[in-house]
């Protein structure tokens, strides 16, 4: 065990990605380019060890996520033995397909928590940026019975160029729902949401008013629900401490049974990633180099390792500075002590500039090899 892992604490958090596969297509998709099949996920006893080896290494919530999550026919199954072992649920779900079919059992199951994504307020919008006609009226009718059913509701909306004059809308619409949290979550530019970068990029006087409009918003709305918003790199000063920091809260399964310390870290080529089929989760946390190659500081160049803020931000998102610097160990451009600080910003005047955005080039299982050889610089 490295000194970093030594003075790292136990996981709070596991994100169960149990599939990949979606009724979805959204351009912005956190899933890597090279979806996960079918044929390949991980069997119902091998996730019930996962979920029980989480629980006995201090995790206290489990995400149960995907792609749709719902697609798998043991998600009740999968979800009854995560509440026998005392771990917290959260179901992200489309709200559309099988989710509508199997809400009622989920919740006798002991689902916790519901998180449903949309995709716009309107209809029209929220269906061209999902690929998917009809869906909206549907999560709205299954937004109703999750508060029915008496479970939490949080509503994730990603935001972008396409529906960015709507925030205000999803804000008013989230407390229409009687959602209890509502997350005005910026695009993050990895993986597919790179790949439609020139579509997804809204100017910075677009990001502003829209930080603005949040800010306003929880005041009018303060007591009455939980506005939550990650705000957009391409514009900001400083970067996120990406997952609290890596290898430091949370750890990520994906379908086939790769562990990840955070969903897009598999843009990082030189990292190995060990299997729950080979490995113990315990034995990943503590032993695994992809967990212990940027955890801590002592990787950390300068400006980064004497910052003041280091152990804040923990040296920000390691995937980003590999798209943008070419080097997973650089200081994250979103920072402005970074090198290339201004090239990013510079980056996102141009690719928000044109009058009418790209179309969509929408998530597929297939198209992985095609869509990384066309990711922007």
């Not at 970068?197 to 008013?209: G, V």
Request: hydrophobic share 40%; net charge negative; proline share 7%.
């Amino acid at each position: 065990m490295t000194g970093a892992a030594r003075a790292t604490p136990n996981p709070i958090g596991l994100l169960a990605e149990l599939t990949h596969r979606c009724p979805l297509r959204c351009p912005y998709c956190s899933n890597p380019l090279d979806l996960d099949r079918r044929s390949h996920e991980l069997d119902t006893a091998t996730w019930k060890r996962v979920f029980s080896e989480a629980a006995a290494l201090g995790v206290l919530h489990v995400h149960l996520s995907g792609g749709e999550p719902t697609v798998r026919q043991d998600i009740v199954e999968l979800t009854a033995h995560c509440a026998q072992l005392g771990l917290y649920t959260n179901l992200i779900t489309s709200g559309v397909g099988p989710a509508e079919e199997r809400l009622d059992a989920l919740s006798d199951a002991g689902l916790d928590h519901v998180q449903l994504s949309i995709q716009a307020a309107h209809s029209a919008n929220a269906e061209q940026i999902g690929g998917l006609a009809g869906a909206h009226p549907r999560k709205l009718d299954f937004a109703r019975r999750v508060v029915e059913h008496g479970m939490p509701l949080t509503v994730n909306a990603v935001i972008h160029r396409g529906n960015i004059a709507e925030v205000g809308d999803i804000i008013d619409l989230a407390v229409a729902m009687q959602a209890k949290r509502v997350e005005i979550a910026h695009t993050q530019y990895y993986g597919w949401a790179q790949v439609n970068r020139s579509a997804l990029m809204p100017t910075r006087e677009q990001a502003d008013a829209s930080i603005a409009l949040v800010e306003g918003a929880r005041q009018r709305l303060k007591g009455q629900i939980v506005i939550d918003l990650v705000l957009p790199d391409y514009y900001s000063n400083y970067p996120k401490p990406c997952t609290g920091g890596w290898g430091r809260r949370t750890l990520n399964v994906t379908p086939s049974g790769r562990v990840l310390p955070c969903h897009a870290a598999e843009t990082i080529p030189e990292l190995v990633f060990w299997s729950v089929s080979e490995h113990s989760l315990a034995d990943v946390w503590w032993s695994s180099p992809a967990f212990n190659a940027f955890r801590g500081t002592d990787w950390m160049p300068e400006p980064c390792r004497s910052c003041e803020r280091k152990e804040r931000d923990w040296g920000g998102c390691r995937c980003q500075a590999l798209a943008l610097a070419g080097d997973a160990a650089a200081t994250d451009p979103a920072c402005h002590k970074s090198p290339l600080h201004d090239r990013m910003q510079a980056l996102a005047i141009s690719e928000s500039s044109a009058a009418e955005p790209p179309p969509y080039r929408y998530r597929s299982i297939g198209a992985g090899a095609d869509r990384r050889q066309e990711q922007p610089a």
